[in-house]
């Protein structure tokens, strides 16, 4: 058994960071991808960010490119992201995933492993 939590969620304005950290429990995470999704009210879960098991490799969705930063420590078995410049279309609830592999992209399907979520909100 596998189990994610996030954390680090919360009301931020607009321009303004949030850092959110995956935390799991059970199996080590250091040999799986990585990745981040969000799904605001009445739309898709969307793909946020990955990385790859070493950390070398890293993939972001457009809409965040340039503002947010994912990261990890495989020691300590836990995945960041960072948000900056944060835009009101950032709100959402986010969750962190486990890729069936070491290197995963933007699919759902190539996640195996979801934590419960945590709620980001940026006012205008």
């Known amino acids: 058994q596998v189990q994610l939590v996030e954390s680090g969620g919360g009301l931020v304005q607009a321009g303004g960071s949030l850092r959110l950290s995956c935390a799991a429990s059970?199996?080590?995470?250091?040999?799986?991808?990585m990745g981040w999704f969000r799904q605001a009210p009445g739309k898709e879960r969307e793909f946020v960010a990955a990385?790859?098991?070493?950390?070398?490799?890293?993939d972001y969705a457009d809409s965040v490119k340039g503002r947010f930063t994912i990261s990890r420590d495989n020691a300590q078995n836990t995945v960041y992201l960072q948000m900056n410049s944060l835009k009101p279309e950032d709100t959402a609830v986010y969750y962190c995933?486990?890729?069936?592999?070491?290197?995963?992209?933007?699919?759902?399907?190539?996640?195996?492993?979801w934590g419960q979520g945590t709620q980001v909100t940026v006012s205008s």
């Open positions: 995933a486990r890729a069936r592999g070491g290197v995963a992209g933007r699919r759902g399907s190539e996640y195996d492993y």
């Open positions: 059970g199996r080590t995470l250091g040999i799986y991808a």
């Open positions: 990385i790859s098991w070493s950390g070398a490799l890293t």
